[in-house]
């Protein structure tokens, strides 16, 4: 189909953010976009979202910017990064063995670089406000994927009600709930020359990929839950009540509190923590009050008062946390997933969307390299080797990455809710970021820096990071063994200075 009219037809299944975003990119190259999402316009503010919260704030840093720029639709990154936040760093919250309560900045990046406070709500129907301006992409809401014969190149879809009808807040799903025990809703059979899955962790394009590729697959809940709140604006200023420029943390060493800030001047805030001290918690609501005064000092009543405090937890779900790794994230040349879909992360290094908007960037790269849409570089190879070609190589490449980043979020979490408060990772991080600041020719940076900041890949970072963990090891080891070749040599000039008669001299013979 697609050789006979130089067209693509590219179906994409998920209209969130990676989905929106890969759409933008396939759609500037000229293919006609279909988008089939399972809710309704996600720019309907009637839509519930699949999360039931009711915003979610996220960390937008490079990999997610540097990916929405390549799209080169004019204005998108300029409107994008004009609604969100600049966040310098992580404010660190607690209370001296005094009883005073205290905050402490620990700046992102030596170089001043920030990320961004992004309200996901926002930058989703920013995105698709562009893709209803093109002429070749078509919406399809309500869809749900209900089958797909990838060797065929066809998919089936049934159209749902728009009416959501929730079964459970943990498990959400939307039916149709107009026309309940009547018979299924109307499917329809779509064809395509290749099938974007990004349609979130628990993915129907994965599952029925699965028929037909040999997918390893493996899927983790860590015993961790989490529960949103909200920090209001100050009643008095109707301004930020503590500073809107950082990430704020309350570290509980097995749990911890963050906030992060929202346009509107409040902050959208989380509760993690092991799944029992939620069933401690929601079996005795009264100890809620006294756990959040000893363990996240100046939240209640300071921030949120104890009413909304115990409102927000009874009403707000506690809600699981998944890891996902799978491969291959495609099947020959007619689907591909990302994101999510592909490898859903925990939340603790602010890198699940920017790793998936950074998918979409990685797989066109490839597209473009192996010629899909650009005849002169494929040699005479039908397109459709080509894309099956690209779609290879791409799982070759984000496989390992995406694997990485899945690695370091899991131990990112120990890190915001203890190490943020250790000696060790403080000197650490200092040592690291004097380096990169006075001896730059040396490639010296944190890993933190390296994730957020730049574009090198996930895999590439680890092994970098793990090198310099090595030469400062060893720098340490050799600093020690100086000190004591050092204290050494000083203690045996000092017993030959002293006459050998006296008794501080008999003392130090006896101490040696």
């Known amino acids: ?20 975003l890969a759409a933008l990119y396939a759609a500037g190259r000229g293919d006609d976009v279909e988008i089939y999402e399972l809710r309704s316009d996600l720019r309907d503010p009637s839509t519930t979202p699949l999360n039931f919260t009711k915003s979610i704030n996220l960390a937008l840093s490079e990999r997610g910017i540097n990916s929405m720029r390549h799209t080169q639709c004019e204005g998108l990154i300029e409107a994008v990064l004009g609604e969100t936040i600049p966040m310098h760093g992580r404010m660190i919250h607690g209370r001296r063995q005094s009883g005073e309560l205290y905050q402490e900045s620990q700046e992102y990046d030596v170089h001043g670089r920030f990320i961004r406070a992004v309200d996901r709500a926002g930058l989703n129907k920013r995105l698709l406000d562009y893709l209803g301006r093109m002429p070749n992409v078509t ?49 329809i059979s779509v064809p395509f020359d290749i099938l974007i899955g990004a349609d979130g962790a628990h993915s129907s394009t994965r599952y029925h ?9 493996q899927q983790e809940y860590i015993d961790t839950l989490w529960c949103e709140f909200l920090i209001p604006p100050d009643a008095t200023t109707g301004s ?15 749990f911890m509190f963050i906030a992060i800030p929202s346009l509107d001047k409040s902050f959208t805030c989380t509760l993690f923590a092991p799944s029992t001290r939620f069933a401690d918690l929601a079996a005795s609501p009264d100890s809620l009050l006294p756990f959040f005064q000893h363990n996240f000092p ?3 009543p300071e921030l949120i008062s104890p009413d909304d ?7 707000n779900p506690h809600l699981p946390l998944i890891s996902i790794k799978c491969t291959p994230y495609h099947y020959h040349s007619s689907v591909v997933i990302l994101g999510d879909a592909a ?29 899909v849409y650009d005849p002169s570089l494929r040699d005479n190879m039908p397109r459709e080797e080509a894309r099956a070609n690209a779609l290879l190589e791409y799982t070759m490449q984000r496989t390992p990455d995406a694997s990485t980043i899945n690695g370091l979020a899991l131990r990112n979490y120990e890190e915001m809710r203890s190490s943020v408060v250790s000696p060790l990772y403080r000197l650490r991080k200092w040592v690291e970021e004097r380096v990169n600041k006075y001896i730059p020719s040396l490639g010296w940076r944190t890993q933190y820096s390296r994730v957020s900041f730049e574009n090198e890949r996930y895999s590439d970072v680890e092994k970098a990071v793990q090198r310099q963990g090595r030469i400062l090891m060893g720098v340490l080891g050799l600093g020690l063994v100086g000190l004591g070749s050092m204290g050494g040599w000083w203690w045996s000039r000092l017993k030959q200075a002293i006459p050998p008669e006296t008794l501080a001299a008999r003392w130090l013979h006896g101490r040696l």
């Not at 189909?1 to 929106?20: F, H, I, L, W």
């Not at 990929?209 to 697959?217: E, G, I, L």
């Not at 602010?350 to 998936?356: K, L, S, T």
Request: hydrophobic share 35%.
């Open 309 to 315: 405090l115990h409102r927000q937890f009874l009403e």
């Open 240 to 254: 930020f009540a503590i500073s809107p420029n950082h990430l704020h943390i309350w570290p509980g060493k097995s």
């Open 343 to 371: 490898h859903a992360m925990v939340p603790f290094y602010g890198q699940g969307m920017n790793a998936g908007l950074e998918d979409v960037r990685v797989l066109f790269d490839f597209l473009d390299r192996h010629g």
């Open 1 to 20: 189909m697609s050789e006979k009219t130089d067209r693509q037809k590219v179906v994409v299944v998920g209209a969130g953010p990676v989905g929106a």
């Open 298 to 300: 100046g939240v209640c």
């Open 209 to 217: 990929m699965m028929k037909f590729a040999r997918v390893n697959y």
């Open 139 to 187: 919406f399809h809401f309500n869809n749900k994927l209900t089958g797909a014969d990838f060797n065929k190149d066809v998919a089936w879809f049934e159209k749902r009600s728009s009416t959501p009808e929730n079964d459970h807040a943990q498990n959400p799903t939307q039916q149709n709930t107009g026309k309940k025990h009547q018979d299924r809703a109307s499917e």
